[in-house]
């Protein structure tokens, strides 16, 4: 395969496999059980910030390097270069470090979620996504302001736990990223699809209905707060992982927050594989934006650097006047199968016509 050619797909199938775990949790919050969540950002940020500022950290301490304040410090670069190439010549020490990382990013993803549950009880609607995009700026200016966390304005380095695969690491760090991003859409498949799943609509539709029905719906926003907040995590821990860097300031709620709003929105809201198709497809245009942003630019009167930006803006904007449904709509789910529902229809049939 050309060289070329070959980047550009790896670079597809790496944008793909980050943002469909993103969205995928977003999915869940938003699409399915119906909460203005437009602070993504904010669990996204905190899986980084494991991976930037917390698993680094346990893994400097259990080599022997410095891992107080001399590891978001000047000595980073020197400390997280020296643990990397160790991390390079024992791959299960690798692989021990990047699952640590995401369980840890999980853990602390899902607390966040359910911190950030409190407020998701007593407020609706605009009131909740204000309040949740503003928890995101909070943790993005604490980031970016206290050093002691993961370096402040300067940032860090990440231990790279894909180094051990040497000259496959960016291929072999894309198929793991990828095969985590499957994992992660069967989870939340089998979850929509489950009992859960159904109860998360029907608060969605009328929260009315489902408390008459017993359902509680404090327990099912705590809970699905804290599985989406826990999923978004681990997003972030990978992509800080696999660029080897993190610093606040890149985790802006435009890029984490209202990009998955808009892929969401263009696959179809509360549908799952639309959801997939939809990543997919801004996956694509974003990519062929990046990679050939030089060429766009001579026929372009405005730099290629935006067309990201309005590529979104035009698109969530289109959706809302034209199809809010997105391209494949959500289905509705019923609790028995197609067979099944077809047997007991022919069974009462035939007792009618019996009678």
């Not at 496999?17 to 904010?42: A, C, D, H, K, M």
């Not at 696999?242 to 549908?271: D, I």
């Not at 494949?328 to 009618?352: A, D, H, M």
């Amino acid at each position: 395969m050309d060289g070329e050619l070959s980047i550009f797909i790896m670079q597809i199938l790496l944008n793909f496999g980050i943002y469909l775990i993103v969205t995928l949790s977003l999915n869940l919050e938003v699409g399915f059980l119906g909460l203005p969540q437009f602070g993504r950002v904010l669990t996204v940020l905190m899986g980084a910030i494991v991976a930037g500022g917390i698993s680094g950290r346990i893994i400097a301490f259990y080599l022997g390097f410095p891992w107080g304040m001399e590891y978001t410090g000047y000595d980073n670069y020197r400390i997280v270069s020296e643990i990397s190439d160790i991390l390079a010549n024992n791959p299960l020490l690798s692989l021990q470090y990047l699952i640590m990382t995401l369980i840890l990013a999980a853990l602390l993803g899902g607390l966040i979620g359910y911190l950030t549950a409190y407020p998701a009880l007593r407020l609706k609607e605009a009131y909740l996504g204000i309040t949740l995009l503003a928890f995101g700026d909070i943790m993005n200016t604490i980031a970016w302001n206290f050093e002691p966390l993961a370096g402040g304005t300067t940032g860090v380095l990440v231990p790279d736990p894909f180094r051990f695969l040497g000259g496959y690491r960016f291929v072999g760090a894309v198929a793991i990223i990828l095969a985590i991003a499957i994992l992660v859409y069967v989870y939340v498949e089998y979850l929509t699809r489950s009992p859960y799943g159904r109860v998360l609509r029907a608060v969605r539709d009328s929260e009315v209905a489902a408390v008459v029905y017993g359902k509680s719906i404090t327990s099912l926003r705590r809970n699905t707060l804290i599985i989406g907040g826990a999923l978004a995590a681990i997003g972030g821990a990978l992509w800080s992982m696999y660029t080897g860097s993190f610093k606040a300031v890149t985790y802006t709620r435009l890029v984490w927050t209202f990009w998955p709003w808009a892929f969401m929105m263009l696959g179809g809201t509360g549908n799952n594989f639309g959801v997939l198709l939809g990543v997919l497809i801004f996956s694509i245009a974003r990519t062929f934006i990046i990679v050939y942003k030089g060429l766009i630019s001579t026929y372009l009167m405005i730099s290629p650097e935006w067309l990201e930006y309005i590529l979104v803006g035009l698109v969530i904007v289109l959706l809302v006047l034209f199809r809010p449904q997105g391209i494949i709509p959500e289905k509705p789910l019923s609790t028995l199968g197609r067979k099944e529902i077809n047997r007991l229809v022919e069974e009462y049939l035939g007792r009618t016509e019996r009678k």
